[in-house]
């Protein structure tokens, strides 16, 4: 079974500062991909990033890079520069391989960004 | 492109009536969709996985009879909320996975449901 585990149910950031996101996991598959995505207060769910278990390298898209620290289990995001449109719901998913589609998601982080 | 609707964005109906939440691949197909409910400031649930031609797999604990989900065609998967009560309001959300290969899930606007 797959988990997702975010333990920072809030955080605050002044605006222009960078955050750093939690997320571990666990799986035993050996091909697995992980995702964040962002949910502002309207709900829709908006893909930021992903990485998969065999990347060399963290993935960076924009502000956005994820930690991805494979011994450790642990796929953190990291925020740069944040923004006031930057607060709201932050989500960690896992897509197990085997031609899985369904993500487990963890609990989320709420994120708010002072001016 | 990857854009995943939901119709109606929210809707309030009275107790013991029935909802139909539509989910549309807007320019892909979709032979698989996610349901999803979400409380206020929690996660997701998967309520179910919906399957183009064939019947809807449900996750434990979520009611068959009460949720009944059709992927009538590869681009159209709704959810009817039947007899509702006030305890089915929430957030529902749906998802089309992608093809590439990330398997990145594109997902609806979300229906918000009230229940009075």
Known sequence: AQKITQT??????????????????DTSDPSYGLFWY????SGEMIFLIYQGSYDQQNATEGRYS?????????ANLV?????????????CAMRAGGGSYIPTFGRGTSLIVHP | GAVVSQHPSWVICKSGTSVKIECRSLD??????????????QSLMLMATSNEGSKATYEQGVEKDKFLI?????????????????????FYICSAPGTGVTYEQYFGPGTRLTVT
Request: charge should be positive.
């Open chain 2, 28 to 41: 892909f197909q979709a032979t698989t969709m996610f349901w999803y409910r979400q409380f206020p400031k």
């Open chain 2, 70 to 90: 059709n992927h009538a065609s590869l681009t159209l998967s709704t959810l009817t909320v039947t007899s509702a009560h006030p305890e089915d309001s929430s």
């Open chain 1, 38 to 41: 962002k949910q502002p207060s």
């Open chain 1, 8 to 25: 920072q149910p809030g955080m605050f950031v002044q605006e222009k500062e960078a955050v750093t996101l939690d997320c571990t996991y």
């Open chain 1, 66 to 74: 994820l930690n991805f620290q494979k011994a450790r289990k642990s």
């Open chain 1, 79 to 91: 925020i740069s520069a944040s923004q006031l449109g930057d607060s709201a719901m932050y989500f």
